[in-house]
C-alpha cells in the first residue's frame, strides 16, 4: 500500500517534501496547493501530480495524508482542519507562535485522534542521530550536560524579523528541541540572555540577534545553548553530550573536505552557508520517518505536543530576557 | 532537447547510473538492455522505461546514447559497435583488459568520430574535484608530488581475482588515472612493487594484494600510489598534492562525522566500507557531466584514450613487479 | 641585574615554581620556606638555594620578590606582610576564599605600592595565548561571545571539597578571570546553575559538582562557562571566541597526538589527566612574566585587583545559584 | 652514581644536548670541548663545566661517555679514538659519509667492545614511540606498509649541500633508519626517484631535492618514503603504519594548535618550522636513554650498526635513483 499525500505551500521547504516524497517508493505526491499558482505547477510538474485547492484536498478521501509547509500563521488552522477531515498531518514547525493557540490546536489534536509530526527536521540529522544512538547506548553513561551551538550565517531581513516571533521562537526553538532530543529528562528552568550584537535594527524591533540560555532538568542535568544570527565562517551547528562515562560530539559539516597548506597555515573551507544544504539528508529522512509511521500505525514523532513544549520553552525563554530572571517552565 | 538513453547491464552499477538518469532533467533512460531479464525489469520498472535487446537499441534512431555497464570483456565489443552506430558512448573502465585489444578500439572510436567516455568516477568526487580546482588556481604552486592512498575494506573472492586482471588493472587503475588528473603532465616511468600480505590465494593465481608504485614525469614530477586490498577500518581513499608554494589534501569520508570520547580516549567511526556509499555523490556527478558535453557538443572527459593509458600505465606496472625494474611507459 | 626570589611553600606547585626559575637566566631562587623542613630541603638541594624562615625572608634585604605557594588561609596575610616589607609578590590565586579580607588586603597593597602579580597560569597558556593575539590583531573582529569548558578529570577529596571555598571560587575561578582575559569588557552580570551530578558527598558538603554560567559584560557581550568535576576523557580546557568576523578557539592538549585505526574506529589517546602537565608551558611563561615585569619595572599582570575581580565573580555566581537568580556583581 | 660526561662540539646540537644532560639527575657534563673557545665558553659557564681539549679528555679517567657533535668527517676517528680510551659514546649521525669508513669503525668498535650510541633522534619522539608501543602492542596486527612523509620547510644553502653527501645520505636517512624501527624486519630492496623541482642549484651540485622511494622487506612488507627539501608550510614530518588488524599514524606538530574561522574558512597555523623545535623532546629522551643505557648496562640503541645499516640503505637509494633501477642493499 503506497501513501498518498497532498502538499500545502510549494514554497522553498514544499519543493525539499516533494522530492523527498518522490524519491520514497512506500509514498506518491498526488496533489499540491498553494496561492501562487506558479509555484504550484512547477511542483506539480516535476512531481507528476495535480494542483487542487485546499478544499479539494481535504475533501478528496484518496489523500491520506498532508504536508502542511505554509506560513506559520496558518499552521494552527490548517492543522485543526485537516485532523478534523481525518488526514494524517506533517507540519512544519512551529504549530503557532502563540502558545494558547498552540494549547487549543493541539486539544482538537486529542479529540480527533489525528496523527500529527512535527518538522524538527534536526532530529533527523544522520550525525545527530548518531549522537543519540551513543546516548541510547549508554557509551557515555548517565547524560548530566548538554552544549548546542547554532549560529546562522547571516541575519534574516527585517520583515523576516517583524513575523517570525523573536528569536527564541525562531531560532532557539530547533535548539529546545534538540535540548529534549538529547537531555532524557524535560525541563524544569530556563534563564536566557539576550543581546543585540549584529545589527541595531534588530533591536529597534525588540528582538535579540545574539543568546545565551541554560536550561535544567529536575535532576539537575544542564543544556547550554549558543545562538547568533550571523557566522562568518557559515551555519555553526553543533551538538555536545557530556555524560557520566564519556561524552559525544557532532562536528559542523562543510560542502567538500579537504585541507589546503601554505606558509598561512592549514585551512579547511568554510562550512554550508545554507540550513537546506547543511540539512538535506536530514528532511528526506524526516519525510521517510513519517512514512514510516503511517505504514506501520505508530506514533509519528516529533509529536504536536513536542512543539507545544518548544514553544512554551521559547516563551519562558523571552520572559527571562525580558524580566532578567530564572523562569519556571509552565507546560 | 532532452537526450535519450538506453542502459546496456543492468547490474550493481547499471542502476546506480539509472538513478543518477532518472534524477537527470536533461536525460531520459528510454531503455534496459540485460542478459538477465529481472534485472532489466527492475530497473524497467522503477524508470519507466523499456526492456529491450542490445540489437534493437542498436537500431533505435530515437535512442542518442548509451551507458555501458556489462562485464569487461564486452566493452571493446560494444564500444565499437555503438561508436558505428552513431551513438554517444559511456562505458565502465577499463575498456579491455587487453591494451593491444583497447588500443585497436580506440583506433575504430577514432575512425567513427564517436564521443566516448570512460567511467573513472574519481574525477568527479566533489573533494578531489576541490583538490583539483585549488591546483588549477595555483594555490599551491607548481604540482611537484602527488601521494595516493587507495585501500580496499576486504579483498575480494578467488573468481574475482581470477579475471580482474590483477591488481594494477583492476584496482590502481583508479589511481593511475586520479594521478594524471592531478600530475598535470604525462607520466614516463613506473616502478610498481607487489606482495602478497593479505592472503596466500590471492598470490598463488598470480597477483598481489599489496603494492607501492612511484611514477615520474618528464620534469622529474613524481606520484606515489600505496595499494592493499584490505583495510580493516574502511574504505581508504586518500589524495595528497605538494607543490611550490603549498600542498591540498582530500581526507577520507566516513557515513557519520561523530565522536566519542571515554576513558580509552577520543573515537571517530571507520571509514565507508563499500565504494559505492563512498562515491556516491561522484557517480551522479559523473553521468551529469557525460549528459553535459553531448548537450553543449563538447568532447567528453575523461576520454577513451585517457582509457588507454591508464591501462597502459597499469601494464608498465605489472612489467615492473615481475621483472623487478622501472619501466619506461610506452603509449 | 638577577631577580633574587625566594619561595614560600615547598609543595607541589612550589616545585613547579622553583623550576622554573631556576630555567630563567634572569632570575636566582636564594632561599626556600616551609613548615615541613623536608619539603623545603628537597627543593634547596635541587636549586642549591638556602632553607629559611619566612621572618628570615621577610628581613633578607637581599630578596627581591617572594613566591608565595602556602595553603590559600595565608595568602592575605603573607601578601600584607611582604608589601610592607618592600618585596615584589607573586601569589598563587586565590588572594583570600572572602572577598573582604581580599579587598583589605588589597588595600593594604595599594598603600604600601607593592608589586603584586595573581597566579591565573592558564593566561600564559601558548594556545590560549595565541588565540588572545588573534583577538588582539582584530582576526575575528568585535568579541562577541566567549565559551569556556573547563573539566576536571575526576573529583578531589571531601576533604578538600570542605576548605576549597566551593566549585565556583575553586574551580570557576580560573575561568571567570579567562572569561575577563577573552571579552574585553567588565562582567555586569552572572547567572550560575549547579548540580549534583557526580558525587552526592560533594552535595552533602553544600557544594555543586556540575555548573553552567553565562556572564554578561556592559555591551552585551557573554560568556558561557560549563564546569565539571568530572571528565572520563581527561582534563577538558577548551576555549572559543565568537566575533563579528570571524571565531577563534584553542583545542584540546593530549600527550601525544596519534591515531590509531582499528574496524572500530579511528582512536586519538585521552587528553592530559593533570593540570600540572596540561599547563607544564603556562606555569614557566608564567613566571617568566612575573621577572619580566620586574626587570622592566612594569606593572604585573593579572594584579591583585584581578584576583579580587574573580573571587567577586565567584561570590556572585554562589549567590546566583543559591538564589536561583541573575546577579548584579558588586566590585 | 652518576654518570660523567664530555662534550665534543659545542654547536647549535651541542648546545642543545648539553641542556638535556643538564636536566637529568643522573648525569653530569664535566667538559666541552670545541676548536671555537668562544663556543665551549658558553657551554661551560652556563652548564658550569670545564672547558677541555679533546687530548685532555681521552685521557681523563673520570670521563665516562663523551657526546659527538663535530663536524661529520671527524666522527668516525673520535669514535674510534674514544672506543679505544674506554669511553662509551653518543655520536650523531651519520657515522661517516662512506659507508666503507663507517663499516672500518665498526670493526674497532666490536674489537673494543665499546658502547655506542647513534644520534637517531627521531625514534624517541613522543608521538613516533606511541605509534611503535601501538605496533609492540599488536594493536594493529602484522605490520604491512609503512608510509614517512619527511619534508624541510626550505633547502639548505649550496656550501651545505656540497659536503652533505647528497639527500639520501643527509636528509632520507633519518627516514631510513624510521622505517626499520617500524617495518620489524631488515630491508632488502630499495628504489629511488631523485628529482630537481625546488632548486636547479642544487640539480647542478648533482643532488637531488625531491626524492619518493620503495622499500621492501623479505617477507613483502612495503615502506615508502616521501621527502622534498621544500615545504612552504612547515616541517612535514608524518609516519604512518598499516598492518593487518589496522592502521596507526603521528601527525604532524605545530607551535600551537589554536585554529580562526573566517569567510575564508578554518586555518590552523603552519607546522614547526625548525627541526630542533619540532624534536626538543626527542632530544630530550635521547640523552636520558643513552644515560639509562650506561646506568643499567644495557645495549644502546640505535647502535652504530643501526648507524652503518642507514648508511648502505642511502648508498643503495643513490645507486637507484642514478641508474634507475631497482638495487639490493649489501649489508
Known amino acids: 500500500m503506497v501513501t498518498r499525500l497532498a502538499l500545502l505551500g510549494a514554497g522553498r521547504i514544499g519543493k525539499v517534501h516533494a522530492k523527498a516524497i518522490a524519491e ?4 506518491k505526491l498526488v496533489a499540491v496547493a498553494d496561492a501562487f499558482p506558479e509555484a504550484a505547477n512547477a511542483i506539480a510538474s516535476a512531481a507528476g501530480c495535480a494542483v487542487r485547492t485546499i478544499d479539494e484536498i481535504e475533501a478528496d478521501k484518496d489523500i491520506d495524508a498532508v504536508v502542511i509547509c505554509t506560513p506559520t500563521n496558518t499552521h494552527a488552522d490548517l492543522i485543526e482542519r485537516f485532523a478534523k477531515a481525518g488526514k494524517a498531518i506533517f507540519c512544519e514547525k512551529p504549530i503557532d507562535l502563540d502558545v494558547a493557540r498552540a494549547r487549543a490546536c493541539l486539544e482538537t489534536v486529542r479529540q480527533t485522534g489525528a496523527k500529527v509530526m512535527l518538522g524538527f527536521n534536526r532530529r533527523f540529522d ?24 547554532s549560529r546562522d550565517p547571516g541575519a534574516p531581513p527585517a520583515e523576516y524579523i517583524k513575523v517570525s516571533g523573536g528569536i527564541f521562537r525562531d531560532m532557539t526553538i530547533h535548539d529546545f528541541d534538540m535540548a529534549r532530543f538529547l537531555l532524557g529528562e524535560e525541563i524544569e528552568t530556563v534563564v536566557a540572555t539576550g543581546s543585540v550584537l549584529v545589527d541595531p535594527k534588530i533591536g529597534e524591533l525588540g528582538d535579540y540577534d545574539s543568546a545565551s540560555l541554560i536550561l535544567t532538568t529536575k535532576s539537575g542535568r544542564q543544556a547550554v545553548i549558543s545562538n547568533s544570527r550571523r557566522a562568518s565562517y557559515g551555519y555553526d551547528q553543533r551538538i555536545e553530550v557530556h555524560g557520566s562515562l564519556g561524552a559525544v560530539s557532532a562536528e559542523n559539516q562543510r560542502p567538500v573536505s579537504i585541507e589546503v597548506a601554505t606558509k598561512d597555515g592549514y585551512t579547511r573551507p568554510p562550512l554550508h552557508d545554507f540550513f537546506m544544504t547543511r540539512y538535506t539528508a536530514a528532511y528526506a529522512a524526516e519525510i521517510s520517518a513519517f512514512i514510516d509511521s503511517l505504514e506501520k500505525g505508530t506514533a509519528p514523532s516529533p509529536s504536536a505536543e513536542d512543539g507545544l513544549i518548544a514553544l512554551a520553552l521559547a516563551d519562558a525563554a523571552l520572559k527571562s530576557a525580558k524580566e532578567n530572571k530564572v523562569v519556571r517552565v509552565e507546560l
Chains 1, 2, 3, 4 share one sequence.
Do not use: C, N, S, Y
Open 24 to 27: 520514497d517508493k512506500r509514498a
Open 126 to 149: 544522520p550525525h545527530f542521530q548518531a549522537v543519540r544512538r551513543e546516548i541510547d547506548a549508554g557509551t557515555i553513561g548517565k547524560v548530566e550536560m548538554v552544549t548546542i551551538t
